[in-house]
């Protein structure tokens, strides 16, 4: 939690008595106070965790049942007086996952693999040796988790947004291939993950089913097990065929478990079932081996999957691999090659993206790519379109892989109409008509409208609502558009302001009340984002969730960022030009390029957006609205690093320089890239040059390896 209270804002008048107050300002008070309220009740009642204290909410609802009764006539449409209670719980409630439950990177063909391997010796500073694997089939379902205590089932929720799932408990005790008491010795508490799955053959017979009582179809058997998992009436869910593969722990309170092959057979021996095909593999070229047998395998499985997994066997490994952004390091999904179709393409439209980026995207007549329609493609940019020479009414051959955007793969000239012309590229906007330039040596044309470009303005409102960013649901691009449009989200802040057109909202079309309500509870859910998702929300140019992260870490608090990063950009700006040397700069600036993994090109376009007026607007009427938490430093922070600037140096024996930077920022510790005034400890190894020098130069304690170890609690 913030420690600072928000500055008082314009229109504050939370300390006038009720009956000074004139009417516009009573309506600014009564639109706080039922803000306030909702956001109270949200807390209370969907989560079960009340900001404050009940005497403190009752204050705030005697306030605005005063003012409504001084001022009739301004009482709201949202007037939280004709609530009772608080809305209820949009479907599911929610669960939080004491281990987050995580994604996959993805590796798309051998060399991806190689490089994984060579990744993990390399971290582990194990170059030499050969590391063991378990490899599985990655089944094509959705994730859940399950929490035993003294081995009965006792909740089960679905990954959600990898911090917080769904609550589908009951939901999940009607299906046959989940254990609801353990077999054999169980452990006192433990959480099993795994894939929920349907069928190739239950998919079809269900679809079948369906159809002929003429209830929802289903496009694919990954989409059915999802659709019949998350029904409010569990008695819904008994009936659809779903399975169960297990294949990971969250929560252990047990007798240690050494590797990944040794938890599957623990799992199978406490009643679950287990892939049977999964392989303990004792180096790369096994894992390449299995792959190539996966593959040959897969039309003869009975269910769909997409690829295989591969992750590091040693639980002990996996540990001092742990994890970058939302992924961990020890493991890769090796994706099984794109599947290919041919159809005809039928215009080349431009889309306007985020940054302005113009992107060629071909209309293609719609077509079964491996099982998913396909109607969309990536051109990805002009040079491309001219070096596959595309035009409209080509027939072309379409190929997507997993969850990436289709692509064309190629154009058959021999049966390409008479009259196709070549694609000539615009030179303008198509949706706000501002010139479109193409840097220098870049491949990307872009607008130059900015924000006046409602593409761009739609496309930043979407990147702030998704998934890796503020994460609220219900707002597809149908929906920003619409909202834009109607003039009643125009930047992030608007957003939060959006309960005010609750009853024109639910009037529209496509609407409707519930709908309404459960988007203006996910978005009241998020009135306290934490720190990295907004920063990542604001859609910098290269700055993605990984950035963003490092941003939060270093800084900690929305204020301390923001201030940070002004100062930063007027160093910078003072220095441009022809001659700019962006390390001469200033403090501010120096200290952002010192974060670990963030360079000057980045650097340039953090500051880039805070030179831009309307962004620093944007940015002040979100604050307004919202309360953004401070970085969340990690639990298991240790006292003697944590908020220290640590710089490596040198070689290391134990363990390899990421492998102890990453270390050094799980326990909440800075690490920067060069030595600087502000760094408080270097750790140099043999070898170490330069930046031995300037912390002696600088007086900053230096320790070794040996000394680091101790003082991470490494050797304790
Ligand atoms: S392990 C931190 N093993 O793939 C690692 N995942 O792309 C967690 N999946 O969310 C996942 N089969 O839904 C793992 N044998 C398997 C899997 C598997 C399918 C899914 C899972 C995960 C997604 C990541």
Redesign the pocket.
Known sequence: MSAKKKPARKSDYSAIPVDALSAAQAASELERLSREITKHDLAYHAKDAPLVPDAEYDALKRRNEALERLFPLLRRADSPSAKVGAPAAAGFGKIRHEVPM???DNAFGEADVREFGQRIRRFLDMEGGEIAFSA????DG??ISLAYEKGVFVRGAT?GDGEEGEDVTANLKTIGEIPKKLAGTPPARIEVRG?IYMTRADFLAMNKAQEKDGEKVFANPRNAAAGSLRQLDWTITAKRPLRFFA??LGVYEGPAIETQSDLLKRLKGWGFVV?PRAKRCKDVDALVAYYAEIGRERPELPYDIDGV?Y?VDRFDLQKRLGFVARS?RW?I?HKFPAEQAQTRLNAIVIQVGRTGALTPVAELEPVNVGGVMVSRATLHNEDEIQRKDVRAGDTVIVQRAGDVIPQIVASLPDRRPANAKPFRFPTHCPECGSIAVRPEGEAIRRCTGGLTCPAQAVERLRHFVSRGALDIEGLGEKNIEELFTLGWVKKPGDLFRLARHRAELEKREGWGEKSVERLLAAIEARRKPALDRLIFGLGIRQVGEATARLLAVHYGSFAGWRAAMEKAQAELAAFDGEKRKPELVGDAWKELVAIDQIGDSMAVDIAGFFAEKHNREALDDLASEVDVADFEKPKNVNAAVAGKTIVFTGSLETMSRDEAKAGALALGAKVAGSVSKKTDLVVAGPGAGSKLADAQKLGIDVIDEAAWRKLAGLDS
């Open positions: 995580l994604s996959l599985e089939p990655k089944i959705l994730s990954r894939e294949y990971a892939n997994v992750k961990p493991a999904a």
